[in-house]
């Protein structure tokens, strides 16, 4: 069952340049998509979300992208800074179910000085 | 800024013994959630919880499982009869009535079953 797939486990970028996470899945029903960071040893952080009726939401640094017809969200970070070399995950969400989340497996950034 | 708690922060246990993993979510908070991840694979929703009672549960949250809000800052999830499979970081989240969305994560409880 991996309806929310993150298909790169890990990423590197030069500090500076732009980090682009990507995320797909397969349920038509998710309408609401959530990106968290995750440090070790610390629980995941809320970073950015979107909902379906958008394609795209900017918060400073952090861009997420969704494309409905593709099933497929990306993370921009720009520019990137070591302190964003942490695991990061897509969620998403279908209504009517609880605020159940379903998570992708995670892609681990790390930004090189 | 308020947080979610949790503990123990790791929790060692033998199989077939019941553990209670303890969580105080943020406290202007309504809704409540358990979640687990085992090593190396993703974050698995377990259960949500409204009102004084769970309003979603994953299939992994079978009658092993339990959750209560004993009073009105704890919330507690209760593993009966560990088995070695339960073994994971178990996370806590709570989020507000309006920004449900917005689910705010504890540290989590590492718990070793062995």
């Known amino acids: 069952d991996q309806q929310v797939k993150q298909n790169s486990p890990s990423l590197s970028v030069q500090e500076g340049r732009i980090s682009i996470l990507n995320c797909d899945y397969t349920n038509s029903m998710f309408d609401y998509f959530l990106w968290y960071k995750k440090y070790p040893a610390e629980g995941p952080t809320f970073l950015i979300s979107i909902s379906s009726i958008k394609d795209k939401n900017e918060d400073g640094r952090f861009t997420v992208f969704l494309n409905k017809s593709a099933k497929h969200l990306s993370l921009h970070i720009v520019p990137s800074q070591p302190g964003d070399s942490a695991v990061y995950f897509c969620?998403?969400?279908?209504?009517?179910?609880?605020?159940?989340?379903?998570f992708g497996t995670g892609t681990s950034l790390t930004v090189i000085p | 800024e308020p947080e979610v708690t949790q503990t123990p922060s790791h929790q060692v246990t033998q199989m077939g013994q019941e553990v209670i993993l303890r969580c105080v979510p943020i406290?202007?908070?309504?809704?409540f959630y358990w979640y687990r991840q085992i090593l190396g694979q993703k974050v698995e929703f377990l259960v949500s919880f409204y009102n004084n009672e769970i309003s979603e549960k994953s299939e992994i949250f079978d009658d092993q499982f339990s959750v209560e809000r004993p009073d009105g800052s704890n919330f507690t999830l209760k593993i009966r009869s560990t088995k070695l499979e339960d073994s994971a970081m178990y996370f806590c989240?709570?989020?507000?009535?309006?920004?449900?969305?917005?689910?705010?994560f504890g540290p989590g409880t590492r718990l070793t079953v062995l």
């Open positions: 989240a709570s989020s507000p009535l309006a920004g449900w969305y917005t689910q705010y």
């Open positions: 969620a998403a969400n279908i209504p009517n179910t609880g605020n159940q989340f379903y």
């Open positions: 406290s202007n908070h309504l809704y």
